[in-house]
């Protein structure tokens, strides 16, 4: 077995055991949103903006998901750029304002340190638009730092339900020769986003609610343009 692998495998399941309480709060408020045809909006930066991405537009992912995908917090336009931008104060409102998003919706905000403005920031607006609000962070990275943001706040102390994804500060589980690797962030982000994700598609079948899941592209006999048209003015991306 690979060295990465253990380490992940054993992570994972202290992860998850540890979480069980928030996934399912997450996963109750996901299902209301599939059955009361609610919008569940993701927004992360960096590296955690792929979290988000894991359930928008994917076989087998939910089709009322809306990701944040700015190209300004990406690192498409330069990962230098895409690291200072996320500690600019005031652009989440910019971002948020190129969206349809409505105060009943969800929002969930990932960032891994919790420390920077935009994360911060987007969560603070959603609440403040009377919206449920789910952080994915580490803990442990955002309690050993600083906030960057003039509140002083983490995103951890302005959401609503906070789910740990047992990071390591630094986002780095194994030592080779003296040097730090072996990231993990990405791993237990998409792990516990897929795990709410299903959860809320069995409450909401278990009370008859038709699932707006997609379909692979790639299997013949299949089209996802009925949920395509249904989401399309309320999703940006689309």
Known sequence: MFQYTQIV??????????????????????????AEDRIIHT????????????????????????????????SVEGARRGAAVERVPGLAQVVWDTYEIASDDLMIVISNSGRNAMPIEMATL??????KTIGITSLTQSKAYPSRHPSGKKLYEIVDLVIDNGVPSGDVTMDIAGYRTGPFSTVSGVVLMNTMMTEAC???????????????????GYSNEELYQKFEDRIKHL
């Open 126 to 131: 959603a609440k403040a638009n009377g919206m």
């Open 202 to 220: 069995k409450m909401a079948a278990e009370k008859g609610v038709k699932l707006p899941l997609y379909h692979s592209q790639n299997i013949d």
């Open 9 to 34: 495998l054993q992570q994972l399941e202290k992860v998850i055991s540890t979480q069980v309480s928030a996934l399912t709060q997450a996963a109750e408020w996901m299902a209301d949103c599939i």
């Open 43 to 74: 927004f992360g930066t960096g590296h955690s903006h792929m979290i988000g991405l894991e359930l928008f537009t994917r076989a087998g992912g939910l089709a009322n998901v809306n990701a944040m995908l700015d190209s300004t917090v990406l």
